[in-house]
């Protein structure tokens, strides 16, 4: 069974999260698959950040919204890093991309790129939210769709929320995870990773719950595993 090793935000654990050198440094120690989020700026741009606001991982502030490109780009992301628009990250990596929506905007010029650059089979499209991920994956049929959840509920709402939005992944909290889960995500035809594996024992279990990947936020998770196969 194929296991695929999930960048975080590129390698946030020893990188500025979302940024070139986090992500140049994923795809340098192998990871199969680079995961980042994507917001709309004022100007229209889809950049690179996790939250709607710059305040956590810049030296800015004020959100995202609010500011054009051209602002974004003066804020310092971490060790001289900028924000970087997501075609930048096209560019300066080949690694295929999870990318992560949070509303519908942002799902609209993710897929207007995705089809202009026909990027169809480098790109997946993963969100938290079931009514974003079911509109990405109507206006980008055929491209793969990951489900980001919690398990606050039984193993079967997930699966039922998956396959109501259309997508083809589960991506769970390794620390809420059992082989009973696994199984019912896997019988609806449907894989499943978990978020986050950051530790030796956790990849191990990540393994022995018959996963289909894991994201992590260091890059020697990505060789410790290659062991474990």
């Given amino acids: 069974m194929t ?17 070139l050198r986090s992500f140049v440094r994923a795809e340098r120690s192998g990871m199969d698959v680079i995961a980042l989020d994507v917001q709309l700026s004022k100007d229209g741009v889809l950049v690179v950040l996790h939250d709607a606001e710059v305040d956590r991982t810049t030296d800015g502030a004020g959100a995202v919204a609010d500011l054009t490109l051209s602002a974004l780009r003066e804020l310092d992301a ?10 930048e990250v096209l560019d300066a990596v080949r690694t295929p991309l999870q990318v992560s929506v949070h509303d519908g ?3 609209a010029a993710l897929a207007e790129l995705v089809l202009r650059r026909d990027l169809s089979t480098r790109v997946e499209a993963a969100s938290v ?9 109507r206006l980008l049929p055929g491209v793969r769709t990951v489900l980001h959840s919690d398990l606050s509920g039984e193993a079967a709402d997930v699966v039922a929320r998956a396959l109501a ?4 992944t589960v991506a769970l909290n390794i620390r809420e995870l059992t082989l009973d889960t696994v199984e019912s995500v896997h019988a ?11 530790t030796l024992q956790q990849l191990r279990l990540a393994r022995a ?12 998770i990505r060789s410790t595993g290659r062991f474990l196969a």
Avoid: S, Y
Wanted: charged letters at 20%.
């Fill in 3 to 19: 296991f695929l090793t999930i960048g975080h935000r590129g390698v946030m654990g020893v990188e500025p999260e979302n940024t």
């Fill in 78 to 87: 971490g060790q001289g890093e900028h924000v970087p628009a997501f075609e």
């Fill in 105 to 107: 905007a942002a799902a």
């Fill in 129 to 137: 939210h079931d009514e974003v991920l079911a509109e990405t994956a």
């Fill in 165 to 168: 939005c259309g997508a083809h």
């Fill in 188 to 198: 609806a035809g449907l894989k499943v990773t978990g978020w986050t594996v950051n």
């Fill in 209 to 220: 719950l018959e996963l289909d990947g894991a994201a992590t936020d260091f890059p020697e």
